[in-house]
């Protein structure tokens, strides 16, 4: 007859060894996928170097970043990329301008002063708009902001850099409420009360007291919003005009960046001085997106240490 303490001990033993092995190997499978991560962004950064390379001997990166004349095609070609910069710029410009006001509002009434239900069917529908595919925006807009903007201003066209970046604000405005509202309720609650206690109305605490021990994080959701503003590629494709001259307002079509990869790098030889010009402008984006991603990633450590998140 079996000893029934020590079948238990022996049971007991056997699930031990089970669960510290499978903690063994997600520990390992983690830290490797970590590793690969840091891999891959490194191929990124290396491949598109090495693909820099030839542009960067024959035309020179002073010359592609300052230069005014982007006429690849022509003998010689010109490869001034300042025009596809200072669009890039613009659309993001007008994407802040109307994303921020509106998400930060969102995010402050979501943590402040909105219902429990409206916080669950709000972050549904923000999760929704995050995963509409950038083309279907780009329909909406060329539908209804593209006309509207038309007629708004009397424009010949509403392929402009305003129509661009009113559909890019839109795309951002899940990035900026999401993470706004997240630094928000990060705050601990020992703050609100000691305001309310002193006689400040929610209002009063919220603006005097909430926001500015946010702010860190609430910087870090605008950086993140302008990343993912400039680096979109086919709602600027389908809105901007994609006129690659230097702008001098909202109201002029523009050629952003990502618009030139996306619509020369399948028309030139492959090996070419184009080609490899191509290559540098997409460096020059890698180089701005990781920038803006690795700022905004220290600020919110900073926020969470802060306060203990």
């Given at each position: 007859m079996k000893d029934p303490i020590r079948?238990?001990?022996?049971?007991?033993?056997?699930?031990?060894?089970?669960?510290?092995?499978?903690?063994?190997f997600a520990t390992g499978f983690i830290t490797a996928s970590g590793w690969l991560a840091l891999f891959v962004l490194a191929a990124i950064a290396a491949f598109l170097v090495f693909n820099s390379v030839k542009a960067l001997r024959e035309v020179g990166l002073v010359r592609i970043l300052t230069g005014t004349d982007w006429y690849p095609t022509s003998n010689p070609g010109k490869f001034g990329s300042l025009p596809l910069i200072a669009g890039s710029i613009l659309v993001t410009g007008v994407a802040l301008v109307t994303s921020v006001p509106i998400g930060l509002a969102?995010?402050?009434?979501?943590?402040?002063?909105?219902?429990?239900?409206?916080?669950?069917?709000?972050?549904a529908v923000i999760e929704f708009m995050a995963a509409i595919p950038s083309v279907v925006y780009g329909?909406?807009?060329?539908?209804?902001?593209?006309?509207?903007?038309?007629?708004?201003?009397?424009?010949?066209?509403?392929?402009?850099?305003?129509?661009?970046?009113?559909?890019?604000?839109?795309?951002?405005?899940?990035?900026?409420?999401?993470?706004?509202?997240?630094?928000?309720?990060?705050?601990?609650?020992?703050?609100r009360h000691a305001s309310l206690a002193l006689g400040n109305t929610r209002w009063q605490t919220t603006y005097k007291v909430t926001i500015p021990a946010a702010s860190s994080g609430i910087f870090a959701a605008v950086m993140l919003g302008v990343g993912r503003a400039i680096g979109e590629t086919m709602a600027v494709l389908m809105l901007t005009g994609n006129a690659a001259v230097m702008p001098k307002g909202v109201l002029e079509s523009v050629r952003t960046m990502t618009g030139t990869i996306a619509a020369e790098?399948?028309?030139?030889?492959q090996g070419g001085t184009h080609y490899s010009v191509l290559f540098v402008v997409g460096l020059v984006l890698f180089t701005v997106a990781f920038s803006i991603n690795l700022g905004a990633d220290i600020v919110l450590d900073k926020q969470r240490k802060r306060w203990g998140a």
């Open positions: 079948s238990s001990r022996a049971r007991s033993n056997g699930r031990t060894a089970i669960s510290r092995a499978a903690e063994t969102a995010a402050v009434y979501l943590s402040e002063f909105g219902g429990r239900r409206l916080k669950e069917m709000a972050k329909l909406v807009g060329v539908a209804l902001v593209v006309p509207g903007v038309k007629q708004a201003f009397d424009l010949d066209s509403g392929l402009t850099a305003l129509s661009g970046g009113i559909v890019l604000g839109i795309m951002a405005l899940p990035t900026i409420v999401s993470i706004s509202e997240d630094a928000l309720r990060a705050v601990p609650s020992s703050l790098m399948g028309e030139v030889v």
